[in-house]
């Protein structure tokens, strides 16, 4: 599928591109933004940093507003920011509510009918995009981090793939999304009310509790104490206690002090996760 | 005035805050964003970086895309994000037009009738807003910059009120407003079609050859060569050509190759400019 240049502005000695492309998996046009380092096609092995967003994002929100592309620029690597759902798809009901539809794509392969042509956000991420980035640009490794609903994404897709992404790293994610009622709503809405086998493979929690990869995965992961979905949906201390509990997964969570959901919390630590990458990538 | 709290976010070891206020130069109830840094209240001289945005802007663009938090932490000082125009004033046509009215009120004090009692951005900025300031905050020495529209904001106001900045500087400036379709119409728009006199005094170029002040001021300018509106509205050269006949202005203009005129390219230099006013501010 070929992928066509809408924008592009000179950003710290490099360029940020705005794509639009007919994708295969959700059956629709999508957009998404890279930034590449001047001469990257000159590059042997080219690595390549995802970030997923959260609800109610598209692929604008990071990389406008994290201030992560001094960071990247330096590392001499390449950053994707994928959309967060399937547009324009009119499905009905896909607009209702905020955390569910369209921006809410849940990094999920929609099994319920109404969904499932459409919202496989999980394909388009770990195979689409990852093999059309692979062949435009001629990446080698991956690592990935996300925020929020992102950040889930982010770790159920190195704790599906270990072999994909180098490195995962997340802000605020929704830790055990089969749990909480961010989860319940998309889980269910998008898999089935009582399909409860297929909602564990859209669990970070669930995933490393039953890790049992040959690569040991190191996992960053931020949150804010002043954050106000901590307690009723995020639950990174569930991840840490199955992280604990298997020694093929090392989790750094860091409790930050003050900090609350947004991208002010996302742009304070944007390096610390970049360099955290760029140490994997190497 | 009373300024009250809108909403706060820690970021880069402070905060960031939106206020409202009613401001009795426009006539309404403004917002405006600040960063602090921690202790910020136990310092003795405080210093304070003003950024003004460009047309179609409001109090947020910058704070949020520019990238700029974390240098202006580390340095210490305050930032002060003003909105780009009077907000809720329902002056008939205000909202007809993206570069004339809301959002683009030029930095100019409107003598038309029409808009006399609201359009005073220069006096918001340079006096309600600055003393609002000095007292909430304890600020002592400031120091502005801007860009394109508000680009031309800090150059005027830095070469009429020398004593109340101590350096300007600007991202892509309308450098001589008088000379370009931007200008013409928002100058004629708020000042008058033939009141020439009252426009030099809103134009950098023509205040620059003209600037007589005890103080040299420091100038620096960047501007990208790819920018779409740089040979038609920001003529960069007026403003350079001025300065160089003129012993008490140094300005230092960088053309930037490749760059146009988002917050890509602000964020790019971003860190350049807040080390040239930390460097006068100090």
Redesign the interface.
Known sequence: MAIQLVSK?????GE?RRYSHLSSSLQCEMKFHVFVPDNYDSKENLACLWFLSGLTCTDENFI??A?A??SVSQGGIMLVCPDTSPRGTNIEGEKDSWDHGQGAGFYVDATVEKWANNYNMYTYVTEELYNIINIEFKTKKHSIFGHSMGGHGALVMALRNPTKYQSVSAFAPICNPTQVPWGKKNLGGYLGQDNLEAWNQYDATVLANKYTGVDKINILVDQ?D?DEFLERELKPSALKEACEANPLLSLTLRM?P???H????I??FVDDHINFHLNHLK
């Open positions: 502005s000179r950003c710290f000695n940020v406008t507003k201030g592309i001094k804010g002043a930050q003050g900090y609350n947004n991208y002010y919390f742009q304070t």
